[in-house]
């Protein structure tokens, strides 16, 4: 199994020592916006448990955190007004890993817009902070509507 680095960068985040536009936190997860998005809403869920990749989560950490990736993908497709969403996860450096802290990027989609390249292009902080607002507010306007989270 990889070796967890406590200095890595969502370690940073979590501590509060790296700011980030955060969408949602529980016990166990936090969700933000990535900061260099493929796509409007880009967002990553991360666990609280010191875990390099998805081997090294336990398997109640990881149902808690793919929990939240199924109740808050369908809020964040909403509210920037998309029509699918991808859910992608990476393991190991071949693999595209760049972060490694496990996370679940979700990466909303509109038809016929293609996404940018990963790591391309720093994203505006107003820009992030104003789509951060957003899915917070259709998180709230759900939970006020006492929606269940799908759809
Ligand atoms: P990976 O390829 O490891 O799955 O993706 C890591 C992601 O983290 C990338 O999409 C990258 O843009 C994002 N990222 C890297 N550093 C930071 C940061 O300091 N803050 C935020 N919010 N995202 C970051």
Redesign the pocket.
């Known amino acids: 199994m990889a070796a967890y680095d406590r200095d890595n ?1 969502f370690a940073k ?1 979590l501590r509060g020592k ?1 700011p ?2 955060k969408l949602y936190e529980d016990d166990d997860t936090l969700a ?5 998005p ?1 796509t409007d809403g ?1 967002a ?1 869920v991360i666990t609280k448990e010191p875990a390099p990749d998805l081997f090294g989560i336990s398997p109640e950490g990881l149902a808690k955190l793919m929990g939240v990736v199924q109740k808050l993908a369908p809020k964040i497709k909403n509210a920037v007004g998309a029509d699918g969403v991808l859910i ?3 393991n190991g450096a071949a693999a ?5 802290h496990l ?1 679940v ?1 979700i990466i909303p989609r509109k038809e016929g817009v293609s996404m940018g390249r ?2 391309a292009k720093m994203a505006d902080p107003d820009a992030l902070a104003a789509t951060a607002e957003k899915i917070r507010d259709q998180i709230h306007s759900d939970e006020i509507r006492g929606e269940a989270g799908h759809g």
């Open positions: 960068i985040v790296i980030c536009h933000f916006l990535d900061i260099m493929r880009h990553l992608q996860q990476f595209g890993q760049t972060v490694f996370h990027h990963e790591g």
